[in-house]
């Protein structure tokens, strides 16, 4: 976060006011130091290192920011971040509107302790408005982007390792119809998701990559669209009720498509009035939200895709949702700031209206358990919301930097937050905490 001996934690436009996708600098204080000492000065503070949960506790800031050098304290910084983040918006004021609706929900709580934070991990950002760009596929394993490649995170040994490059020339070595064997050079990834063994990436153009993590190289290449507006926004994978594979992509061109693993043949190609931006399908496979550029969302027969319900609330555009376990709820985050918690039995209004701090929501997950429900804002802020407690109680992680995605894996004992900086992105790591954790201290 920094240049030419600034401190850049934020974000800011060319009338002042902090935005996404910008910088804001915070200078550092150099105490009468000359030219040679404060150069010294800078190259120490930038130093890259990890910060671990017992240098947490010993008062090590979690990001390994140096407040006690800057001329600015954390907590004036924070204060000056939410009240100049300019959230980005289609419609101008949408998150004013809704701060009325929302429900008030004291923070406090704490469902999950700081483990680790990864300086070494950068991940990226590779469009402003999508950032579900960090995948957890156990405890211990994460997927993130970082340049032009998907990258593996072992919390247990911090080794990176790469898992696939984009940036040159991706060509299947597996044959199935409709596949492109010439493959793609270049790919400007969007969006991708791990899950099931597979690895799914989509592109700008509507480049559809596909990789299983237990073989070399690539399975399938595919080109979903050739419309002008062919921005891959969103994949989620699963397993259908007998067992396959399956995964669902949602694109800017308006259309959700659904596809199977076994031979990547497209079984489902749905239209909708405008550019779809999420899709999150029921645990019984029967129902799937449709989200995107619309105030309103959609409650859709996965099978058929005919509109069961309209979701009205929202009053800008949504690019996150996400089903409770049990089926019977799901959630929708928007960039009028808020994250709307809907009853699939009655969808004449939501249950909850839950409140952003500075951003649109982003990124939405419920626990496997059901327990929580998580969701991220664009920079600075991830909500973990007690379902058992009918959202009632929170807890918030306050950090400084644009998110890039967050996941939970499996078993939801490991949350982990990409954050993007250029200086200080790193991958923070959060352990669930349980009732007997006090017995870790005698240990």
Known sequence: MSLNGVEELGYIDEEGEIEEGEFVDVE?????????????????????????????????????????????????????????????????????????????????????????????????????????????????????????????????????????????????IERYPKSVQEGFFGVNVTTFTVGEGLLVAGGFQGELICKALDRQGVCFCARTTFEENAITNAIEIYKDLSGGTHFMISNNDCGVREYDVEKYQLLNHFRFPWSVNHTSISPDRKLMTVVGDDRDGLLVDSQNGKVISTLAGHVDYSFASAWHPSGLYFATGNQDKSCRVWDARNLSSSLSVLKGNIGAIRSVHYSSDGQFLYFAEAADFVHVYNTALNY????????????????????????????????????????????????????
């Not at 000065?41 to 947490?56: G, K, N, P, V």
């Not at 701060?99 to 999950?112: F, I, L, N, P, W």
């Not at 995605?405 to 959060?430: K, Q």
């Open 392 to 443: 009632s109680k929170r807890q918030e992680i306050d950090f400084f930097g644009e998110i890039s995605g967050i996941s939970m894996g499996p078993d939801d004992e490991s949350l982990y937050i990409g954050v993007w900086d250029r200086i200080y992105a790193s991958l923070l790591e959060f352990r669930r905490r349980h009732a007997y954790d006090y017995l870790d201290s005698f240990v």
């Open 28 to 172: 550092y204080p150099n105490g009468g130091m000359n030219g040679e000492e404060e150069d010294d000065e800078y190259a120490q503070l930038m130093r890259i290192t990890d910060t671990s949960a017992e240098e947490a506790r010993k008062g090590k800031d979690i990001q390994g920011i140096p407040w006690d050098r800057l001329q600015t304290t954390r907590q004036e910084y924070r204060k000056i971040r939410v009240e100049q983040y300019k959230n980005y918006e289609n419609f101008p004021n949408s998150g004013e509107l809704v701060e009325k609706t929302c429900q008030q929900v004291k923070k406090g709580s704490t469902y999950y302790d700081f483990q680790y934070n990864a300086r070494s991990v950068n991940p990226l950002i590779l469009h402003f408005q999508l950032r579900n760009l960090v995948w957890a596929t156990s405890k211990h394993d994460v997927y993130f982007m970082s340049n032009a490649s998907v990258f593996h995170w072992s919390s247990l040994s911090h080794k990176l390792r790469e898992v696939l490059n984009f940036s040159g020339q991706v060509t299947p």
